[in-house]
């Protein structure tokens, strides 16, 4: 319970009352003093005061008492005014529940800085309510992804216990498949590991050479490349540092070098251009695959949107690939497709800070 004199309402009706009732006092005071009579005698050449006398009306002493209750309330009245906007914020911040984050305060008359609390307190909700309208979606998403995978490894185990006659090799295809649904599994839960982690942290700069990241993703993706017989080439300057977060952008390059080498045919070249400039850093990924269609290239950064469904894949390594631009202050868009064909995914980074 709040006590009376902490109360800001009750502080301001105080200061309110003594505000409007001192002068009224004051003004008592005044009136007594000069409402005196005084009566001067002479004798002799000497003046003597013969009486002193004070006329004191009723009707003013009455006034007196009564303003006292009518200024108090006028004081709180106007205390409740006053604070009327506080209440406002603090009561909509009571309504808001766990699960409704629309409710806003909307103030749109009161004192500057109490206006401006409320509209930083809109501000706060509104990020609360992308955050969790984000955390939803990816719940949903999440577990419609892992919904096939896991259906694959029910269905493959109870096949198998069905079976009236299995044999070595019908127990070899079931754990091939079921090996499969959990190569996948995994890979679609590493992917929502990093995405969370990704959102979770916060961006820590430090200057890191750019060049050097592309180098060592292209060595780790030379196995990969290897076996479809894809060759992997890298242009830029000798180095690019920059001020970035580098377990971060590794990954973010480690997807778009991936996702390339995926859709690009056998035989075909992959090709990492990279490009400093006085603020920016950009990365070229080019692949001389299929490409996209142009009614679907607005899905690209969706998740778990997938362009092919015989390719390996989640759908998460584009969308995470850009939240990591985002974060560094610059982007991941998708070019107009080359001459030859294929897809070209153009990363931008902030040098510095």
Request: some cysteine; hydrophobic content about 45%; overall charge neutral.
């Amino acid at each position: 319970m709040i006590r009376p004199w902490r109360s800001l309402r009750a502080r301001l009706a105080v200061l309110g009352f003594l505000a409007i009732y001192l002068p009224v006092l004051l003004l008592f005071g005044v009136i007594l003093v000069t409402d005196t009579e005084t009566t001067f005698q002479t004798l002799d050449g000497a003046t003597s005061v013969r009486s002193t006398s004070v006329h004191r009306s009723a009707w003013v002493s009455w006034t007196i008492l009564a303003l006292a209750p009518a200024a108090a309330a006028l004081a709180w009245w106007w205390a409740g005014r006053a604070t009327a906007p506080i209440e406002r914020v603090r009561a909509a911040a009571d309504d808001i529940g766990g699960t409704d984050l629309s409710r806003r305060i909307a103030l749109e008359r009161g004192p500057a800085e109490v206006m401006a609390l409320a509209a930083a307190f809109d501000a706060m909700l509104d990020r609360l309510e992308q955050a969790a309208a984000t955390q939803w979606r990816l719940i949903d998403e999440t577990s419609h992804e892992l919904r096939v995978p896991l259906s694959v490894l029910m269905t493959n185990a109870e096949v198998l216990l069905d079976h009236p006659a299995p044999t070595v090799e019908i127990y070899r295809r079931g754990l091939e498949r079921s090996r499969a649904a959990s190569e996948r599994l995994q890979t679609t839960i590493d992917h929502l590991l990093v995405d969370a982690r990704a959102r979770a942290r916060a961006v820590d700069r430090r200057p890191a050479d750019l060049m050097a990241l592309v180098r060592g993703v292209v060595e780790h993706a030379g196995v990969l490349a290897a076996g479809k017989k894809i060759g992997l080439s890298v242009t830029g300057p000798p180095s690019a540092v920059c001020s970035v977060d580098e377990p971060t952008v590794n990954r973010a390059i480690s997807n778009l070098v991936d996702n390339a080498i995926r859709y690009a045919p056998a035989g075909s070249r992959v090709e990492i251009d990279v490009e400093v400039g006085d603020t920016e850093a950009t990365l070229v990924v080019t692949d001389h695959g299929p490409g996209i269609p142009a009614d679907e290239r607005e899905h690209v950064f969706q998740r778990f949107w997938r362009g092919r469904r015989d390719v390996p894949g989640t759908g998460l390594g584009l969308p995470i690939a850009r939240q990591i631009a985002l974060a560094h202050g610059g982007d991941l868009t998708l070019d107009p497709p080359p001459p030859t064909g294929g897809c070209a995914f153009r990363l931008t980074l902030r040098r510095f800070i």
